[in-house]
């Protein structure tokens, strides 16, 4: 890839000149469509990004939220893909991911408190779709255990149209108060630019442009140069010495280098300012000889923050990086001139920062939108599909995967991965932290806008479900190749959809990340809007999803009496039309997070991938099983979100809260003997814990 002709025209006309070799590099990567978002951006002011506890939206490395009622306490969101580059080399493409969204929250002024990540792979029985998942949860796993941050939650798909181009999508919460708050705008003319951790090397060289282009069918070998290679004990390190630095109030501004390296990091960091700045590439702390100025700019290095800091203060930054054996280069100042960059004495890059950073032209890009559905529902025997369904290892048991994520670590865990969402105790606030993160690729396959509506719709009844009220979010829209007009149709769908639906919930969207361009040979993915939605409760407490075995069981919410989207189909082939969804979700999302605070309430769990028999399924333990009933098949796979069956001692209760909400229907008891009996329409299906365990064990049986 190289810097299109429309696009060096723009940039002659501007500079009044030809570019040298390094600014046609620079402006070929940050007017990326990874990092300008030139398809994406004209979409995204279909979001609502503003609210009273909003502190720093959309723009930064993360976004900063207040938490209600404790102004004093603030907490980041940040979300990235890491796509392309764990195609190439899953472990390190994972890892890198990790590390990248992580120095996000860093130069924010955040320590980092939890991680989720959200997979998507093809067909699982596919040898290479295992290759990949293996391969990119040990990166994961190697890297967030090794710097202490714990993997609470995410999600993990299997879809036929990601064999040639998986996703990987990585979100990072972080914990600061007000007075540590750092933002990616410089301040003043005169300040010392200084890179902190790891030396430069060649690694990840192009990787922006790589994340924009289509996977070739030789993308394994040829690309292999533009992944990254992480060292978490570095960032480990860094995210300690980046602790220092805020305590002891050495940083006015910050920004992590990841896209485009250094050239990217210091001159967007330098425009939000309305700034220039004077480096010297050859102040650069290398750990390879004879780099050249192109490679210093753009090469990816891992383990790297570049700061804005006080002439009289680099001394002690300095000082603290060596404490932490972290390299440290004073590589310029700020300016109030053009962003130039020296190298050996010759000037290599003089151009305005704002014009590098933002000047990028937008695409006008044509779409079209998908067809409706027929309805075409196939006739299956209940024991056939209910058993086809739960052991899918789209529904299955993650158990596999984040059994490898160290979890607990931090000791804020209080809900742990498999459940509907993840609970972190902010003891600083007094406060409950739920996290849900995840997409469904059948649901906006399906139906793009109201899929993506329905994953909206779907995080935030699981946060409801561990008694969580949504406070924000934050989106990684994953898409094809844009200037195919049926791919943008079905981006343009999601991005409408999930901004809708947030806008109803009134649940701001705060940040997030585009990555475009993921299409290969096997064709283009599904529009995948990977949604990380927290929410706040008032304690660390939550139902647990599994029954205790002394309640009645109720079904809350409404049926969409359609089965477009679901798992069953996906089994079975056939089509239908996507479920309607409520009018009112608000009102379901707050009857739901009231009847979990019910001291009569003893478990809860949300109804969506898999419809009604997985969750009946995934409720089922050891000492607490179920006895229930459904009217019919469709009755038990549609997975119309923003229901969930609820076990209870005081089904009155359930019922008062949710009149005029939603329909409350009774679908059985607990029972205390651990064995699923399920009758649909006349036909009784029974399994016992063990029978059910080895149904859902599917991952573990084939990848152990």
């Given at each position: 890839m190289s810097l299109r002709d429309s696009d060096r025209a723009i940039v002659e006309r501007e500079l009044g000149r030809e570019p040298t070799g390094a600014e046609a590099a620079l402006f070929e990567n940050l007017w990326s469509e990874h990092c300008a978002y030139r398809s994406s951006r004209p979409l995204l002011t279909a979001f609502d990004s503003g609210g009273e506890q909003v502190v720093v939206g959309p723009g930064d490395d993360a976004a900063v939220v207040a938490l209600p009622g404790k102004e004093d306490v603030y907490i980041t969101l940040g979300i990235e893909s890491h796509n392309h580059p764990s195609y190439v080399d899953p472990f390190d493409g994972a890892a890198t991911g990790v590390g990248g969204i992580v120095r996000d929250t860093l130069s924010m002024g955040a320590y980092p408190i939890a991680l989720t990540d959200s997979l998507y792979f093809g067909p699982f029985e596919n040898e290479h779709s295992r290759y990949l998942l293996e391969g990119v949860v040990e990166g994961i796993s190697h890297y967030g255990n090794c710097i202490g941050v714990p993997t609470v939650g995410g999600s993990v798909c299997f879809h036929p149209d990601y064999e040639g181009n998986p996703l990987v999508n990585v979100a990072c919460v972080g914990l600061l108060s007000p007075e540590r708050l750092v933002t990616a705008e410089a301040q003043s003319p005169g300040n010392e630019l200084v890179l902190v951790g790891n030396a430069t090397g060649r690694d990840g060289l192009g990787g922006a442009s790589f994340a924009s282009e289509d996977l070739s069918e030789d993308a394994e070998t040829e690309d292999r140069p533009a992944v990254q290679v992480g060292d978490p004990y570095a960032e480990k390190l860094l995210i300690e010495c980046n602790e220092a630095l805020i305590d002891e109030g050495l940083v006015l501004a910050a920004r992590d280098l990841g896209a485009a390296g250094l050239g990217g990091a210091s001159s967007e960091l330098v425009a939000k300012g309305d700034l220039g700045a004077r480096i010297e590439l050859d102040r650069v702390h290398q750990r390879e000889p004879d780099m050249n100025a192109l490679e210093i700019l753009l090469a990816e290095s891992q383990e790297r923050m570049c700061y804005e800091v006080a002439p009289e203060n680099v001394e002690r930054v300095r000082e603290l990086a060596e404490r932490f054996d972290l390299g440290c280069s004073v590589i310029g100042e700020v300016t109030d001139g053009n962003y130039v960059c020296t190298f050996e004495g010759e000037t290599v890059v003089d151009v305005p920062a704002e014009f590098l950073a933002d000047g990028a032209p937008m695409n006008d890009l044509d779409s079209v939108?998908?067809?409706?559905?027929?309805?075409?529902?196939?006739?299956?025997?209940?024991a056939e599909a209910f058993e086809s369904?739960?052991?899918?290892?789209?529904?299955?048991?993650?158990?596999?995967?984040?059994?490898?994520?160290?979890?607990?670590?931090?000791?804020?865990?209080?809900v742990r991965p498999g459940d509907d969402a993840a609970l972190v105790a902010i003891r600083e606030a007094g406060k409950g932290l739920a996290i849900s993160a995840g997409a469904d690729p059948n649901w906006t396959s399906a139906a793009p806008y109201e899929g993506?509506?329905?994953?909206?719709?779907?995080?935030?009844?699981?946060?409801?479900?561990?008694?969580?009220?949504?406070?924000?979010?934050?989106?990684?829209?994953?898409?094809?190749?844009?200037?195919?007009p049926d791919v943008y149709g079905g981006f343009r769908g999601i991005v409408?959809?999930?901004a809708d639906m947030c806008r109803t919930l009134s649940v701001p969207v705060v940040g997030g990340n585009?990555?475009?361009?993921?299409?290969?040979?096997?064709g283009p993915i599904p529009p995948t809007p990977t949604l990380a939605m927290v929410g706040v409760s008032d304690t660390y407490d939550a139902p647990p999803a599994s029954v205790a075995g002394e309640g009645t069981l109720l079904v809350v919410g409404a049926s969409g009496d359609a089965l477009g989207g679901s798992e069953f189909l996906a089994q079975f082939g056939g089509s239908d039309r996507f479920p309607t969804l409520p009018e009112e979700?608000?009102?379901?999302?707050?009857?739901?997070?009231?009847?979990?605070?019910?001291?009569?309430?003893?478990?809860?769990?949300?109804v969506s991938h898999g419809g009604l028999a997985v969750t009946l399924a995934e409720m089922v333990g050891r000492d607490g099983g179920v006895d229930a009933a459904v009217d019919s098949v469709g009755d038990c796979f549609e997975e119309t979100p923003g229901r969930a069956v609820v076990e209870t001692t005081a089904p009155e209760h359930v019922r008062e809260r949710f009149d005029d909400v939603a329909p409350v229907a009774e679908v059985g008891e607990a029972t205390g003997d651990g064995t699923l009996t399920l009758d649909v329409v006349g036909e009784t299906l029974t399994y016992g814990y063990e029978e059910i365990q080895e149904l859902r064990d599917v991952l573990t049986r084939e990848l152990e």
């Amino acid at each position: 890839m190289s810097l299109r002709d429309s696009d060096r025209a723009i940039v002659e006309r501007e500079l009044g000149r030809e570019p040298t070799g390094a600014e046609a590099a620079l402006f070929e990567n940050l007017w990326s469509e990874h990092c300008a978002y030139r398809s994406s951006r004209p979409l995204l002011t279909a979001f609502d990004s503003g609210g009273e506890q909003v502190v720093v939206g959309p723009g930064d490395d993360a976004a900063v939220v207040a938490l209600p009622g404790k102004e004093d306490v603030y907490i980041t969101l940040g979300i990235e893909s890491h796509n392309h580059p764990s195609y190439v080399d899953p472990f390190d493409g994972a890892a890198t991911g990790v590390g990248g969204i992580v120095r996000d929250t860093l130069s924010m002024g955040a320590y980092p408190i939890a991680l989720t990540d959200s997979l998507y792979f093809g067909p699982f029985e596919n040898e290479h779709s295992r290759y990949l998942l293996e391969g990119v949860v040990e990166g994961i796993s190697h890297y967030g255990n090794c710097i202490g941050v714990p993997t609470v939650g995410g999600s993990v798909c299997f879809h036929p149209d990601y064999e040639g181009n998986p996703l990987v999508n990585v979100a990072c919460v972080g914990l600061l108060s007000p007075e540590r708050l750092v933002t990616a705008e410089a301040q003043s003319p005169g300040n010392e630019l200084v890179l902190v951790g790891n030396a430069t090397g060649r690694d990840g060289l192009g990787g922006a442009s790589f994340a924009s282009e289509d996977l070739s069918e030789d993308a394994e070998t040829e690309d292999r140069p533009a992944v990254q290679v992480g060292d978490p004990y570095a960032e480990k390190l860094l995210i300690e010495c980046n602790e220092a630095l805020i305590d002891e109030g050495l940083v006015l501004a910050a920004r992590d280098l990841g896209a485009a390296g250094l050239g990217g990091a210091s001159s967007e960091l330098v425009a939000k300012g309305d700034l220039g700045a004077r480096i010297e590439l050859d102040r650069v702390h290398q750990r390879e000889p004879d780099m050249n100025a192109l490679e210093i700019l753009l090469a990816e290095s891992q383990e790297r923050m570049c700061y804005e800091v006080a002439p009289e203060n680099v001394e002690r930054v300095r000082e603290l990086a060596e404490r932490f054996d972290l390299g440290c280069s004073v590589i310029g100042e700020v300016t109030d001139g053009n962003y130039v960059c020296t190298f050996e004495g010759e000037t290599v890059v003089d151009v305005p920062a704002e014009f590098l950073a933002d000047g990028a032209p937008m695409n006008d890009l044509d779409s079209v939108e998908p067809a409706e559905a027929e309805v075409d529902r196939p006739d299956v025997a209940p024991a056939e599909a209910f058993e086809s369904v739960v052991r899918s290892p789209n529904t299955a048991s993650k158990r596999w995967v984040y059994r490898q994520y160290d979890h607990e670590v931090g000791n804020r865990t209080s809900v742990r991965p498999g459940d509907d969402a993840a609970l972190v105790a902010i003891r600083e606030a007094g406060k409950g932290l739920a996290i849900s993160a995840g997409a469904d690729p059948n649901w906006t396959s399906a139906a793009p806008y109201e899929g993506a509506r329905a994953v909206a719709f779907e995080n935030a009844t699981n946060l409801a479900a561990k008694g969580a009220r949504p406070l924000a979010a934050v989106d990684c829209l994953n898409g094809g190749n844009p200037e195919k007009p049926d791919v943008y149709g079905g981006f343009r769908g999601i991005v409408d959809g999930l901004a809708d639906m947030c806008r109803t919930l009134s649940v701001p969207v705060v940040g997030g990340n585009v990555s475009l361009y993921n299409d290969s040979v096997s064709g283009p993915i599904p529009p995948t809007p990977t949604l990380a939605m927290v929410g706040v409760s008032d304690t660390y407490d939550a139902p647990p999803a599994s029954v205790a075995g002394e309640g009645t069981l109720l079904v809350v919410g409404a049926s969409g009496d359609a089965l477009g989207g679901s798992e069953f189909l996906a089994q079975f082939g056939g089509s239908d039309r996507f479920p309607t969804l409520p009018e009112e979700p608000t009102a379901v999302v707050d009857a739901l997070a009231d009847v979990a605070g019910q001291e009569s309430t003893l478990a809860v769990h949300d109804v969506s991938h898999g419809g009604l028999a997985v969750t009946l399924a995934e409720m089922v333990g050891r000492d607490g099983g179920v006895d229930a009933a459904v009217d019919s098949v469709g009755d038990c796979f549609e997975e119309t979100p923003g229901r969930a069956v609820v076990e209870t001692t005081a089904p009155e209760h359930v019922r008062e809260r949710f009149d005029d909400v939603a329909p409350v229907a009774e679908v059985g008891e607990a029972t205390g003997d651990g064995t699923l009996t399920l009758d649909v329409v006349g036909e009784t299906l029974t399994y016992g814990y063990e029978e059910i365990q080895e149904l859902r064990d599917v991952l573990t049986r084939e990848l152990e």
